[in-house]
């Protein structure tokens, strides 16, 4: 079984510009390319979790957000770090919010649920117990917590302040940013 960072996309990856979609748009957050290459270096499998209700809310397509996520890719790979189409894991869907009926469901692929971490667990053969899940908000850091991971960080970039009335389990560190967060699982990983 492999070890994996999970990582939140908007706000953590990218900066999150509200239902970021547009590849003109795309700008990675302070010190999270260094950080992903860190990870990439030192045999962590790269996956990416991500809620996409702007999909369901009809901001944009899953198309769109694909293509978001392939220029993603691109930039990551011209940069050494190699993530595949399989290693994207998102949800389109709100319980309350969605304005197409088929997104319109609590489903449990929505972080704080942690669905999409047991999925990309299961089929990468990943080892929960000896990965992390990283991310700006506190609904991701409770993904992390409740699919049973080694560790759950929320990073202080993204919107990381803005979480007003989200459950809070605690994270297991407070990173400045995603370099930041390897670099405390790594030390970590030694002890």
């Keep these: 079984m492999k070890k994996a960072l999970f990582i939140d996309r908007d706000g953590t990856i990218n900066v999150d510009t509200d239902y970021i979609h547009k590849i003109e748009d795309f700008r990675f957050e302070k010190n999270a390319l260094d950080g992903m290459k860190l990870a990439h270096e030192k045999n962590y499998k790269i996956i990416i979790i991500t809620s996409q209700s702007g ?44 304005t197409i009926a088929e997104y319109l469901l609590d489903c449990d692929c929505r972080k704080p649920k942690p669905g999409l971490i047991l999925k990309a667990a299961k089929e990468h053969d990943i080892n929960l117990e000896e990965s ?34 989200e459950k809070k389990e605690e994270p297991t560190y407070v990173a400045e940013d995603l370099l930041d967060a390897v670099n405390f699982i790594l030390s970590n990983d030694e002890k």
């Excluded at 369901?56 to 930039?75: A, K, L, P, Q």
């Design 132 to 165: 992390y899940m990283v991310g700006d908000k506190h609904s991701d850091v409770a993904a992390g917590v409740r699919a049973g991971c080694k560790g759950s960080i929320l990073v202080m970039c993204g919107k990381s302040m803005d979480t007003k009335g």
């Design 55 to 98: 999909i369901g809310r009809g901001y944009y397509t899953e198309d769109d957000m694909h293509r978001f996520n392939d220029h993603i890719r691109d930039v990551l790979s011209k940069n050494g770090v190699i993530i595949g189409r399989k290693d994207i894991y998102f949800c389109p869907h709100h319980p309350k919010k969605a």
